[in-house]
C-alpha cells in the first residue's frame, strides 16, 4: 500500500516559481511517478512522469518551465514549475503507477489529495 501526500502549492504571481514535493508513505523504487492536474470545470490532466529509473516525460505546453524528479532515497517525487502562466492554476495531484510509466489516469493505482496552485496575472 501506498500513500501519498502532495505539499508547496500556493499563490504566485505569473513568471514566478514552485516547488510541488510528493511524500510517499510506502515504497516507490519501483513505482513509476506522475503528476496531474485539474482545473475548475474540467478534466484531470496528466502534466509530467518519471519512470524507476528516471526517464523524465511531460506534455509539450510546460515542456522548458517543469522539471519532474524523484529521490527513491526520501521516497520522494518533486516538481519545480518555473515561468508559471495563469493558466497553470489547478489543483495537482501525485500518483504512483505499477505500470511504470503512463499519461492516462487509469494507469496509476495511488493517488495523493492535491495541493492547489493559483498563478495570478
Sequence with gaps: QVQLVESGGGLV????SLRLSCAASGRI???GMGWFRQA????REFVAGITWTGTTY?????KG??????DNTKNTVYLQMNSLKPEDTAVYYCAASPTGRGDRTVQYDYWG???Q???SS
Design 58 to 62: 511531460n506534455i509539450d505546453s510546460v
Design 13 to 16: 504571481q505569473a513568471g514566478g
Design 29 to 31: 523504487f519501483r513505482y
Design 113 to 115: 489529495q492535491g495541493t
Design 65 to 70: 518551465r517543469f522539471t519532474i524528479s524523484r
Design 117 to 119: 496552485v493559483t498563478v
Design 40 to 43: 475548475p470545470g474540467k478534466e
